[in-house]
């Protein structure tokens, strides 16, 4: 960490340098909160929700965005995010996301029936409200730091009368009982307390494959690249046109990879790419074979 040294040789050096700080910060929370946002946009294209979900997350709040944002720095992906926007019980194996998540701008004690191997007192649940996230409700593992959303806050308490809140969470634990799944915001989730979401920085560490394994990965992937390449073109152009040799390739799958063990933040879910069509190939695809004074060359379909 760098440290600040021109305060004490100008009086407004400090001040200036703290409102740089904050313009910093509040750039870095509306970055990450698009980057949110662009996530649940993609994972709704192809998700089941309820509806609503794309007309909430316009009104994302930073503070929403920061929870999804850590689980995103954990490990989550794309197409797991669909079971913690449907209330999926998630278990992070980093205890200091209890604090920090404690500490955000709205977070309240909560009661809950998790977790209660844990001291309460010490650890008591914590609850925080949203558009998006409607009720965030988190607390300490012996561990870590679970988290669920809920469809319905609740708030039973002593001293406290029964909400209407209250009377449908325990409609929403109907729905549980039956099920067996859990009632989230937008859905219902198969990961529940017994059958968790288990999140770690630490599965995704790289690691090598032994010998035997690389060398039978390598031959496949090998043939499959031969004959892929046979059968997208002519025999004649694929002679012509090799494609590269690497010479690791079993170092591109798997967890040989850097990052998430090479399934990247998208792992296995359909990615849409949207991008303006170029000019000039529209250009060249709109003219007609008299066009160009010509007719089409042998052998080419309009």
């Not at 994972?43 to 503070?63: E, I, M, Q």
């Not at 980093?94 to 500490?103: A, H």
């Not at 949207?274 to 010509?294: F, H, R």
Request: charged content about 25%; proline content about 6%.
């Amino acid at each position: 960490m760098k440290r600040m040294h021109s305060s004490a040789s100008h009086p407004l050096a400090g001040q200036s340098g703290k409102a740089a700080s904050g313009t910093e910060q509040a750039q870095r929370a509306e970055q990450q909160r698009r980057r949110v946002r662009l996530m649940i946009e993609i994972t709704a294209r192809a998700g089941a929700y309820r509806k609503g979900l794309v007309t909430a997350v316009r009104r994302l709040s930073p503070d929403e965005a920061v929870i999804l944002a850590d689980l995103e720095r954990n490990g989550l992906q794309v197409p797991q995010l669909h079971d913690v926007l449907c209330g999926g019980h998630v278990l992070v194996d980093d205890p200091e996301l209890y604090e920090s998540w404690r500490s955000a701008k709205g977070s309240v004690e909560r009661l809950s029936s998790h977790h209660h191997d844990i001291d309460k007192t010490k650890y008591p649940d914590i609850g925080m409200r949203g558009v998006v996230v409607r009720e965030k409700l988190h607390g300490r593992t012996a561990q870590g730091t679970w988290v669920q959303l809920e469809k319905t806050p609740a708030a039973f308490g002593k001293r406290k009368l029964p909400s209407m809140n209250d009377i449908r969470h325990l409609m929403d634990y109907v729905v549980y009982r039956i099920t067996r799944s859990n009632v989230g915001p937008w859905g219902l989730s198969r990961m529940t307390e017994r059958r968790p979401m288990y999140l770690s920085p630490v599965l995704a560490v790289p690691t090598s494959l032994t010998g035997p394994v690389a060398r039978s990965l390598t031959q496949a992937l090998r043939r499959i690249e031969a004959d892929d390449d046979v059968t997208s073109m002519s025999q004649d152009l694929a002679a012509r046109f090799p494609p590269p040799d690497r010479e690791d390739l079993a170092g591109e799958l798997g967890r040989a990879l850097s990052g998430r063990a090479g399934r990247g933040l998208f792992g296995n879910s359909d990615v849409w790419v949207t991008q303006t069509p170029s000019s000039s190939a529209s250009a060249v695809l709109g003219e007609s074979p008299g066009a160009a004074g010509g007719a089409w060359p042998e052998g080419r379909a309009a």
